[in-house]
C-alpha cells in the first residue's frame, strides 16, 4: 500500500476554558487507510476531527488535510477542503425541517453546481439504496427511528464523494446486525472509491472489521495505537480493557 | 454589577459584529432566493390570521372605548379620523410588531437555537454551505420586508374594526365611514409610520436569529434563546418607537 499522509495531525492542543480537551495530540492517516480511534466517552475524539475540518479551532498545532494547513486558511479555501471531506455526525445533524430526499439534495446540490435534476435524483436513490433504507425517501427525519437516523446521515455523508470520510461513532445506537451492515458498508466504500477515513467508535466488532489501524485516546493523550490483533495481545491492563 | 456591565457590553460588541456580517454577505453571491421565499411565506403568509385578529380588536376596541369622551367634546364624527390616525401613526406598528415579536422572533430563536443545539448548522458548515448566509440572512431579509406589509393590513384591517365599532351605537355606511377616514389622513401619516416598521422588521429577524445562532448546546438553551429573543426584541422595539417619535417630532 502507498504511504503517502493525507491527514497528519502534529501537537494538536485545545482547551474549552479550564478544561484541556486534547493535549499534544499526534496522528496520521494513509491514504486509502481506516484509522480507528478508540477512547472513552468525554476523551476529546469528536473535539479532535472537529478540529480537522475547522468547525473548532485549535489552540495549537499544526493540521495538514492533503498538505495544506487548515488551521491557517481563508473561508473560501477552508471550504474547498471541506468539499472533499464528508462528515457524518455523532448525532446525525440530519436537518429537521426537510425530509430525507431535500437532506440529500440540498448537500449534494451545494456540493456540485450544474447538476441536472434526474442526476440528483438518480444519486440520492442509490445512496438510500446503499443504506438499505430507499422507503424512507418522503420521509421526515422525525419520522424516522434513531438507527434510520444514523443510515441516512451517513447517505449523506456518502453522497458527495468525499475522497476523506470521518465517522463518528457511526453504529452506536444500531442492533448488532444493522452495526455490522453498516461496519462492511464503510469497508466497501473504502475498497470501492479507496477513501481515507477516520472511524470514532466504541464498537469493538466494527472497529476489529474497518480499521487498519486502531488508536486510543485517553483524556485528550494517545495512549496506544497498532493493528487490532497488536492491541489484542497488549499487556497494559488499560489498553486490555477495550478488548474484553 | 461588574460582570453585569461587562456582559453588557460584550452582548452590543458582538451584535454589532453579528450585524456586520449581515450587512457583508447580503451583497455578496449567491444569493438564497428559494430559502428568502419559504421564509416570507412563513413569517408573512403564516402571520394573517393573528394579525388579522388583533387588527380588528384594536380598531374596535379603541373606537368602543374612545367614543364617551369624544361625545362630551361633542365630537363624535370625528371619531372616525381620531381613531384611524392613532392606529396608522402608532397603535397598530407597535401592536402588530409585538405581536410578531411574540410569534416571530421566538421562532426563529428556537429553530436556530435547535439546529445550533443538534448540530445541523455545524452539517452546513461542514458541507462548504455558508449557515449565516443561507438561515440568518434569508430570515433578517423576510421580517424586514414583511413587518411592514403586516403592520399595512393590520391599518386596514383596524380600520375595518373601528367601522364595525362605530356602528355599534352609530350607523354610518361602510363607504361613508372610509371616505371620512382617508379624507383626514396624509400620506405624510404614514411615511414616518412605515419607515419604523421596516426598523422593527430587521430587528425582530436580527434578535431571533442572534439568539439562536448563538445558543449554547444543550436542549435547555433552545428555550433559554426562544425566550431572550422575545424579551430584547419586544424591548428593542419599544426603544425604536420612542427614537422615531422623537425625530419624526424634529422633522415633520
Ligand atoms: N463546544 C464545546 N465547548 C466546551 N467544551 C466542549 C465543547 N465540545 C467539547 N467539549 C468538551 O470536550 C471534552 C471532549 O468532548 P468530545 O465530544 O470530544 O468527547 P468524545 O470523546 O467524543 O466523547 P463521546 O464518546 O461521549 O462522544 C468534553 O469534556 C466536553 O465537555
Ligand atoms: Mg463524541
Redesign the interface.
Known sequence: METKAIISIKNLSKSFGDNEVLKDVNLTVNKGEDLVILGRSGSGKSVTIKCLVGLVEADKGEILVFDTDVTKLKDNELNEIRSRIGFMFQNGALYDSMSVRQNLAFTLKHHTKEVSDEEIEKQIIEALESVGLEDAIDKMPAELSGGMRKRIALARTLIIQPEIILYDEPTSGLDSITSREISELILSVQKKYKTSSIIITHDMACAKLTGNRIMILNEGVIHAEGTYSELEKSTDEWVRSFFI | MHTYLKNIFEDTGKVTLFTGRFFKEIIKPPFQINEFIRQCYAIGYKSLPLVSITGFIMGLVLTIQSRPTMIQFGAESWLPSMVSLSLVREIAPVITALICAGKIASGIGA?LG??KV???I??M?????NPYKYLVVTRILATTLMIPILVLYADLIGVFGGYIGFNVRGSMSMFAYFSEVIEHLDFIDFIPAVIKTFFFGFFIGLIGCYKGFNASSGTASVGIAANEAVVAASLSIFILDMLAVQITDLFF
Do not use: F, G, L, Y
Open positions: 429553530e435547535s439546529m443538534t448540530e445541523q455545524d452539517a458548515e461542514v458541507s462548504a454551505i
